[in-house]
């Protein structure tokens, strides 16, 4: 008989002082997107010759065959999200102000990727929910430009839980089969949402009824996330029921 004798278990604090945005600046699609060899993207012909300034409500942008397209402001609706036709294979503009340097994470859905200040982060194309990315915002303005594809983007920033995570979101969990024992496979997201190296880093896992089993991870760069596989031995369990899995996670020093 195959039942779940398997949950995750992991503490944290509800986010709170959360930053969201009520407007954004939208453009619409501005050349070529999707799976091609070769992008003719306007927008991405300027990131790349580093040619791209933050715009402002109608500012213009010429495509490659010459059609002009206008930065226009698109409100928030009352879920929070923005839509409209720039968000099918345009882009849209944040600017978030910020009193103090601090590193935040952003939730965003419907964006395929993101520029933080400049440098790329991965998106939530599909808007599965679970995507959070460390930023680092400085002190003043921050620009956030998302290329969007699919109709809707959310987007907001909230504060981590600490400095060094494990996320709840997107685990990869077995399930366990009654009267059976062996090695079991998982894997969780670690995050370090610090602008610091963390050295020495490893996880323990704890499976109830069982022994711990430390798995290394080594250094991981600042504002990265990265899912850390793991393995366990689960006992033989008589009854159907759930477990708890614990993760914790240990590290040497910061540098």
Sequence with gaps: MLCTLFSLLLTGT??????????????????????????????????VNGTFTPPKEGDKVTD?????????????????????????????????PSTETKVMMMEASGDSYAYVNGEPRGGDPYSFGYVRTPVLLKRG????????????LSFR????????MIEKRDATLPDLIVGEEGIQLGAAIVTNASDQVWSGVSLSVTLEGSKSVIVPIGDMPPLSSQKVAFSFLSPKFNEPGTKKLFLRLNQQNER
């Excluded at 959360?18 to 992008?39: E, F, K, N």
């Excluded at 303005?141 to 809707?152: C, I, P």
């Design 14 to 47: 509800q986010a709170t002082n959360a930053i969201t945005v009520d407007h954004v600046l939208a453009l619409d699609r501005v050349g070529s997107g999707g799976r091609v060899p070769i992008s003719t993207n306007a927008v991405t012909s300027m990131i």
């Design 64 to 96: 490659p065959d010459g059609k002009e397209h206008t930065w226009e402001t698109v409100k928030a609706g009352e879920d929070g999200s923005f839509s409209g036709s720039q968000f099918r294979g345009g882009f849209a503009y944040a600017s978030v």
């Design 141 to 152: 303005d921050n620009s956030f430009l998302f290329s969007v594809g699919r109709g809707r």
């Design 157 to 164: 920033l909230v504060p981590p839980d600490s400095p060094l």
